[in-house]
């Protein structure tokens, strides 16, 4: 089974400019996570989504950051205007959802973006 | 969601058997434990998650005394290759919606 796949890998931006980030879950997965993690820091939730709706977007900061997932299986995360503490590695995870044996996340490797 | 407190490193060497301690004393009745496990430049990677008492898998076991108010993740025999950040997770796990929150982890190194 193919993991959760995230593009790209790296991007240097500089501040005030924008950025997209790709993600594309496990096949079948219904539920999607954005998570950023600053360097030396655990993973912080960004947004969730049950297919292409709105879960938990609490801590996404919404004046700068957008997410969507039209379709229910693809998602972008959009940055616009990029700040220098925006600098972090932005991880995409899924879940099946009514997996019961155990509720794991699968995570992608992460986008790693630096604002200059 | 439960707080949790755990040691921000750890060494170790190789062969050796490593107990990670995480605290969570505000759990709630139904809330799971949860570990995970994450490599440099890689997203992290779930280990094992419990409920109560002892879990055990081919990686890891985990050990939840009766007032679950806290838990040990048991790596057996580590090698280089356990050298990783690992998070201990405490959340409510209701149908579809599962929500972590991590904290800043602990570091193991494990030494030749």
């Known amino acids: 089974e193919a993991g959760v796949a995230q593009s790209p890998r790296y991007k240097i931006i500089e501040k005030r400019q924008s950025v997209a980030f790709w993600c594309n879950p496990i096949s079948g997965h219904a539920t999607l996570y954005w998570y950023q993690q600053i360097l030396g820091q655990g993973p912080k939730l960004l947004i969730q989504?049950?297919?292409?709706?709105?879960?938990?977007d609490s801590q996404l900061p919404k004046d700068r950051f957008s997410a969507e997932r039209l379709k229910g299986v693809d998602s972008t995360l959009k940055i616009q205007p990029a700040k220098l503490e925006d600098s972090a590695v932005y991880l995409c995870a899924s879940r099946s959802k009514g997996q019961r044996d155990h509720y794991e996340q699968y995570f992608g490797p992460g986008t790693r973006l630096t604002v200059t | 969601l439960a707080k949790t407190t755990q040691p921000i490193s750890m060494d170790s060497y190789e062969g050796q058997e490593v107990n990670i301690t995480c605290s969570h004393n505000n759990i709630a009745t139904n809330d799971y434990i949860t570990w995970y496990q994450q490599f440099p430049s890689q997203g992290p990677r779930f280990i094992i998650q419990?409920?109560?008492t002892k879990v055990t898998n081919e990686v890891a076991s985990l050990f939840i005394p009766a007032d679950r108010k806290s838990s040990t993740l048991s790596l057996p025999r580590v090698s280089l290759s356990d050298t990783a950040v690992y998070y201990c997770?405490?959340?409510?796990?209701?149908?579809?919606?599962?929500?972590?929150?991590f904290g800043a982890g602990t570091r193991l190194a494990v030494h030749p």
């Open positions: 989504f049950q297919n292409n709706g709105v879960v938990d």
């Open positions: 419990g409920y109560k």
């Open positions: 997770l405490v959340g409510l796990i209701s149908g579809g919606y599962n929500k972590l929150i």
